[in-house]
């Protein structure tokens, strides 16, 4: 027993005693070495900007190409000019809605709590989405415009309130959807579209209500069409970070 002793007692005494100044100073080093190394596998933005391209269904796109070629073939068309002037809305509304799946995909598979520890924010991720949907379609829409202005001799007038006033009405129901806290679900956003959709659609076949109202006043909708989608855009990046699933 006292032989025990003393070999518990030698231990007690040559047991080394933890310098607590020494241990933060290695974890503080070993956290500099760490992102250190993590530093050289970041992505740039203009990396993480072809990453996100690469995630992004194409499918959308052809699918807006195709509804372009289709709103030219009426234009081209021998039908009555002026109802296939006011379909367009229609068209223009559909071009708009191909867009939700990919704005939506965040919230529709949860992932946005996974996105928001990453190094990129949901913002830059938004952003970068955005930017791209937005190359994409004045690229399809300046091809579209310029081929029913210069091939078809449409009015610009016309093209702006028949198709790009209803698309800036779309594409602000979808952005502000998108940033709303209230409304959680795709299909809600597709519906509010189509709704949008259909009112125009009636408001269109209404002669005496669409002649009461001037070109002016189509002009300034247009104008405060773009201001707001504007504000939608902004509110959208803004808000991202605090959407709840």
């Given at each position: 027993m006292h032989l025990n002793e003393e070999l518990l007692h030698y231990k007690t005494l040559t047991r080394p005693r933890p310098q607590e100044e020494k241990i933060l100073e290695t974890i503080r080093r070993s956290k500099e070495i760490f992102y250190m190394?993590?530093?050289e596998k970041l992505l740039s933005y203009y990396e993480f900007l072809w990453g996100q391209f690469q995630l992004i269904q194409k499918k959308w796109w052809l699918?807006?190409?195709?509804?372009l070629c289709a709103s030219a073939g009426l234009l081209s068309s021998a039908y009555d000019e002026t109802y296939i002037h006011r379909g367009l809305g229609i068209m223009a509304?559909?071009?708009?809605?191909?867009i939700i799946?990919?704005?939506w995909k965040n919230r529709t598979n949860r992932s946005m709590e996974i996105e928001y520890s990453s190094?990129?924010?949901?913002?830059q991720i938004y952003a970068a989405r955005m930017v791209l949907f937005g190359i994409a379609d004045t690229l399809l829409l300046t091809g579209f415009c310029g081929a029913a202005i210069l091939g078809m001799h449409m009015a610009f007038t016309v093209l702006l309130v028949q198709f790009l006033l209803p698309m800036l009405i779309t594409a602000c129901i979808c952005f502000g959807t998108l940033c709303s806290r209230h409304i959680r679900s795709e299909a809600a956003s597709v519906c509010l579209c189509l709704?949008?959709?259909?009112?125009?659609?009636?408001l269109n076949l209404d002669e005496a209500l669409y002649a009461m109202v001037m070109p002016t006043v189509w002009l300034s909708c247009a104008g405060l069409a773009l201001l707001f989608l504007?504000?939608?855009?902004?509110?959208t990046l803004d808000r991202c970070r605090s959407y709840t699933l």
């Open positions: 190394a993590e530093q699918f807006q190409f195709l509804i509304s559909m071009y708009i809605i191909l799946p990919e704005l190094y990129y924010s949901l913002r709704l949008w959709c259909g009112l125009w659609l009636a504007c504000i939608t855009v902004y509110r």
